[in-house]
């Protein structure tokens, strides 16, 4: 019950000292076979970027990587809390979960992005606000092969009282001030808009 009520209240702020990122499954095999791949490429590239300038813990899966191959290259996940190699849609398999309750009394916030849409983002996203979590999905840093799914997971994750928002609004309410340390690193990430990838 206290976890839905904090969801109910929150208005989706987000502070960097109680935020991490979720990168799902951004791997070689997809590549082909996602609509806009190389478009939320960019977006994650920015995402992955934004999490070391600001200190943000950053938590990596890879889908059944034996078959699907490891994170794409373009990535550089090296800072990366860890990359974890699963089998379940949700990426909160008990490593990441072991990881997230150790910094519980820290991370309030998650924001999403990968892929699929419809299938690990909504499904880590599903997990995460039943635990109490408040959930940033990143519209334009997330897709799946049909573009009707992708849709309408945006809607199902605002139904289940996710965030779903951009890369842009996301960097800029972290650093929250133009008068921030890092703001004018965040502003060179963002400095060319997103692409829309078919948003």
Do not use: W
């Not at 082909?32 to 899966?61: D, G």
């Not at 990426?91 to 072991?98: G, S, T």
């Not at 992005?113 to 840093?141: M, S």
């Amino acid at each position: 019950m206290a976890a839905t009520s904090r969801r109910t209240l929150s208005l989706g702020n987000l502070s960097t000292d109680s935020t991490a990122f979720f990168l799902c499954d951004m791997q070689e095999k997809f590549k082909p076979h996602i609509n806009f791949f190389a478009e939320i490429l960019e977006v994650a590239q920015r995402m992955v970027c934004a999490s070391k300038i600001l200190s943000i813990p950053l938590f990596v899966t890879e889908q059944y990587p034996n078959g699907l191959g490891k994170t794409v290259e373009d990535l550089d996940v090296t800072s990366a809390v860890g990359v974890y190699p699963k089998t379940l849609f949700s990426m909160l398999i008990p490593e990441v979960q072991n990881e997230l309750e150790a910094r519980r009394d820290d991370i309030k916030s998650i924001v999403l992005f990968g892929i699929e849409t419809h299938v690990c983002i909504q499904q880590t996203a599903l997990d995460l606000l039943a635990k109490g979590y408040d959930v940033h999905v990143v519209a334009d840093a997330c897709s799946s092969r049909s573009m009707m799914d992708r849709q309408f997971a945006y809607e199902r994750l605002r139904q289940a009282g996710a965030i779903v928002t951009t890369s842009e609004s996301v960097l800029l309410q972290l650093v929250g001030d133009k008068n921030h340390a890092h703001f004018k690193e965040i502003q060179g990430v963002i400095k060319v808009s997103a692409p829309t990838s078919g948003l």
